[in-house]
């Protein structure tokens, strides 16, 4: 059997032939903690960077009027929450929209193919049944975290600290 030659600077070492071990530099294969259906922007739960990947990604799917929303910046899990509703109310939606839509009276419609409107119905209603299970998985993420360090700092006696307010909200006229 020939030596195997070391790995070039740089790059991680090969697995031998035959031996049918995974190669450790390998991306994760995704685990019961992070599904398949797991968003891509929002790292793994037990990483540093969860919380803060967790609150940008929810915030790209949130109307922007949330950012000013204080009780958002202090409390993920609740923004997580509450774009669920607003997913699962999507969803509920577009579900009556595909219903009702055939029956409605020419009257009520505009002109144009009807079969183009209850495919953006059923393709909004498919999308927001995807990003309902994204969020949900991160809302029980976001969920699991915050039980965990309200256990471990009412063991060492620790208060939460503050979390600095976001900016003041844009006045309308």
């Known amino acids: 059997m020939a030596p195997s030659l070391p790995p070039a600077a740089g790059q991680p070492p090969s697995p031998e032939p035959g031996r049918g071990q995974p190669d450790p ?5 995704p685990s019961a903690a992070t599904p ?3 968003p891509g922007a929002v790292r793994r739960p037990a990483s540093p960077e969860f919380e ?3 609150k940008t990604w929810l915030f790209e799917l949130a109307p922007a009027r949330w950012w ?3 009780v958002f910046h202090h409390d993920p899990a609740e923004l997580a929450h509450m774009i669920r ?3 699962e109310s999507t969803v509920a939606t577009m579900q009556a929209s595909l219903r009702s839509a055939p029956a409605l009276p020419q009257s009520y419609v505009r002109p144009g193919p009807l079969e183009q409107k209850l495919e ?3 393709r909004e209603r498919d999308w927001a049944r995807a990003m309902l299970e994204q969020v949900r998985l991160v809302e029980d993420g976001l969920r699991a975290l915050y039980g965990r360090t309200a256990r471990k700092a009412a063991q060492r ?3 939460a600290r503050p979390i600095p307010a976001p900016r003041a909200r844009p006045e309308t006229g």
């Open 25 to 29: 530099s390998a991306a994760p294969t």
């Open 157 to 159: 006696g620790v208060r």
């Open 85 to 87: 509703l607003r997913l």
């Open 36 to 38: 398949a259906q797991w």
């Open 68 to 70: 000013y929303e204080e």
């Open 120 to 122: 953006l119905y059923a």
């Open 52 to 54: 803060q990947s967790a």
